[in-house]
């Protein structure tokens, strides 16, 4: 069983940055993926960053070179450092995390554990 908590949601104006953090408890290291999801209103839940078991990262193409995952094993956290943020990055950010190695590291269907998520809203 793992437990997922977002933290570090907040209002920014266009091109400032945030970090997001997720808690982990529970046994994280039987996850293979770990990421951040996101969902604004009216639209479907898509993937925004991954990190596997050996490190390795997926970006949506939406938001690569601004945002960085990264992980903290010794403190069992999940990151997602955002900059020159944008009004379309408005939505309520959800960190997730599955066992299932095969398959789209996007396909939200496949995570196993959520967060409640947190907000990020960002104005021009």
């Known amino acids: 069983q793992v437990r997922l908590v977002e933290s570090g949601g907040d209002s920014v104006q266009s091109g400032g940055s945030l970090r997001l953090s997720c808690a982990v408890s529970g046994n994280p290291h039987s996850m293979y993926y770990m990421g951040w999801f996101r969902q604004a209103p009216g639209k479907l839940r898509e993937g925004v960053a991954v990190?596997?078991?050996?490190?390795?990262?997926n970006y949506a193409d939406s938001v690569a070179g601004r945002f960085t995952i990264s992980r903290d094993n010794a403190k069992k956290t999940l990151y997602l450092e955002m900059n020159r943020l944008r009004p379309e990055d408005t939505a309520m950010y959800y960190c997730?995390?599955?066992?299932?190695?095969?398959?789209?590291?996007?396909?939200?269907?496949?995570?196993?554990?959520w967060g409640q998520g947190t907000q990020v809203t960002v104005s021009s």
């Open positions: 997730a995390a599955r066992k299932l190695r095969i398959g789209t590291w996007s396909d939200y269907g496949l995570y196993n554990y």
């Open positions: 990190i596997d078991s050996d490190g390795y990262t």
